[in-house]
Antibody
Framework: QITLKESGPTLVKPTQTLTLTCTFSGFSLSTYTMGVGWIRQPPGKALEWLALIYWNGDKRYSPSLRSRLTITEDTSKNQVVLTMTNMDPVDTGTYYCVHRLTTVPNTGGYFDSWGQGTLVTVSS | DIQMTQSPSTLSASVGDRVTITCRAS??????LAWYQQKAGKAPKLLISKASILESGVPSRFSGSGSGTEFTLTISSLQPDDFATYYCQQYNNYLYTFGQGTKLEIK
């Protein structure tokens, strides 16, 4: 059974850097085709994909946020970390960690398991 | 980027109704489309992958169809548990995008 859990600050100030940690179990990120990513959702709004790290170390980022995001992994701890710089009130929302699944290599894949989400508020 | 457009944004329906939600892609994505259901305060739940493959445990009243740029999610007979917000998501490449969501409300 795959589980994912997000952790990190609930409140950050504008211009600060947000660091979120996803701790997962039930799979190994080093296994072929695995991936772990981050998706966010502002209050009352739609889902927005942010970043994803793949089994082979490849990393992909949302083009609109690429300059502010970094995703890294600690395979020994079964953790994936997302950092987002220069936080702004518009970045307020629930941040989800997700497991990416694909049944066909070399396709993007979809998100079959989600963490419960963590609400991050950006305010001075 | 591939843009995903859902319609309608809000849908009012009654228990027992058959409803259809449409998702259009700004360019062809073959069948690389997933559907999710999200209830208030909860994480989204995967319903369908590859446009029409029902996830294990998802009731058979849910079905998906389409390819290329136009896709549909159909619920054949609405149940009280189905009132939620639904999102489509394309995975044609490694830059994932979601639709803006369709909120299914009780009429």
């Amino acid at each position: 059974q795959i589980t994912l859990k997000e952790s990190g600050p609930t409140l950050v100030k504008p211009t600060q850097t947000l660091t979120l940690t996803c701790t997962f179990s039930g799979f190994s990120l080093s296994t072929y085709t695995m991936g772990v990513g981050w998706i966010r959702q502002p209050p009352g709004k739609a889902l927005e994909w942010l970043a994803l790290i793949y089994w082979n170390g490849d990393k992909r980022y949302s083009p609109s946020l690429r300059s502010r995001l970094t995703i890294t992994e600690d395979t020994s701890k079964n953790q994936v970390v997302l950092t987002m710089t220069n936080m702004d009130p518009v970045d307020t929302g629930t941040y989800y960690c997700v497991h990416r699944l694909t049944t066909v290599p070399n396709t993007g894949g979809y998100f079959d398991s989600w963490g419960q989400g963590t609400l991050v508020t950006v305010s001075s | 980027d591939i843009q995903m457009t859902q319609s309608p944004s809000t849908l009012s329906a009654s228990v027992g109704d058959r409803v259809t939600i449409t998702c259009r892609a700004s360019q062809s994505i073959s069948s690389w489309l997933a559907w999710y259901q999200q209830k208030a305060g909860k994480a989204p739940k995967l319903l369908i992958s590859k446009a029409s493959i029902l996830e294990s445990g998802v009731p058979s009243r849910f079905s998906g169809s389409g390819s290329g740029t136009e896709f549909t999610l159909t619920i054949s007979s609405l149940q009280p548990d189905d009132f939620a917000t639904y999102y489509c998501q394309q995975y044609n490449n490694y830059l994932y995008t979601f639709g803006q969501g369709t909120k299914l409300e009780i009429k």
